[in-house]
């Protein structure tokens, strides 16, 4: 099973930019950035092919970017202009057969999730 591991989140201020990573043990067809924000459900943020096709939830179109580098099975989400209400858990996602890759899609694998705070 592929395991997933998240890191670059932290405490920033309004304003400012992140980078997150997600590491994969393995192949992916799909990865995704979620985020469940305190009192809200979790949200899809954007999504990755392995090749490359990138799908965005309209909120985050233009402030964020999912990126890949294939030879280290990493995904990444550049945050840039964050706003505190930007702040929650961040996690990523994947799934390893074909399928719909986007934000509203079913994900099967999920990481532990890093955390974004984000003060004004």
């Known amino acids: 099973q592929v395991r997933l591991a998240e890191s670059g989140g932290g405490s920033v201020q309004a304003g400012g930019s992140l980078r997150l990573s997600c590491a994969a043990s393995?192949?992916?067809?799909?990865m995704g950035w979620f985020r469940r924000a305190p009192g809200n459900e979790r949200e899809g943020v954007a999504t990755?092919?392995?090749?490359?096709?990138?799908n965005y939830a309209d909120s985050w179109k233009g402030r964020f970017t999912i990126s890949k580098d294939n030879a280290k099975k990493t995904v990444y989400l550049q945050m840039n202009s964050l706003k505190p209400e930007d702040t929650a858990m961040y996690y990523c996602?994947?799934?390893?057969?074909?399928?719909?890759?986007?934000?509203?899609?079913?994900?099967?694998?999920w990481g532990q999730g890093t955390q974004v705070t984000v003060t004004s």
């Open positions: 990755i092919t392995s090749n490359g096709n990138t």
């Open positions: 996602a994947a799934v390893t057969s074909s399928g719909l890759c986007t934000p509203g899609a079913s994900f099967t694998l």
């Open positions: 393995g192949n992916y067809y799909c």
